[in-house]
Nanobody
Framework: QVQLVESGGGSVQAGGSLRLSCAAS?????LGWFRQPPGKEREGVATIGSSGKTVYADSVKGRFTTSKDNVKNTLYLQMNSLKPEDTAVYYC????????????WGQGTQVTVSS
């Protein structure tokens, strides 16, 4: 099992930047960021595999960058050029076997982007 703790959320104006962190209690091969906008379903944002390969949702490509520090067992999400539609609760998730089931989740951190 793994415990995940997100941090770094907050309020920012459109065009601004935020950096989210997700501290994991142990190493996991695959990590991902997901978000749930108000009144909407949770959606994938970005994932990173054991090789460092990243996959991004079309809506964030070119604006968001995910990375991980395997020594610190920490996942990051650098969010630039934020838009009001990026407002959501952001969650990190972990998957030891990288089969897309994401069984482990953090508690979430709120990101609010004002216009």
């Amino acid at each position: 099992q793994v415990q995940l703790v997100e941090s770094g959320g907050g309020s920012v104006q459109a065009g601004g930047s935020l950096r989210l962190s997700c501290a994991a209690s142990t190493y996991t091969a695959c990590l991902g960021w997901f978000r749930q906008p108000p009144g909407k379903e949770r959606e994938g944002v970005a994932t990173i595999g054991s090789s460092g390969k990243t996959v991004y949702a079309d809506s964030v490509k070119g604006r968001f960058t995910t990375s991980k520090d395997n020594v610190k067992n920490t996942l990051y999400l650098q969010m630039n050029s934020l838009k009001p539609e990026d407002t959501a609760v952001y969650y990190c998730a972990a998957d030891f076997v990288c089969n897309g089931r994401w069984p482990y989740w953090g508690q979430g951190t709120q990101v609010t982007v004002s216009s």
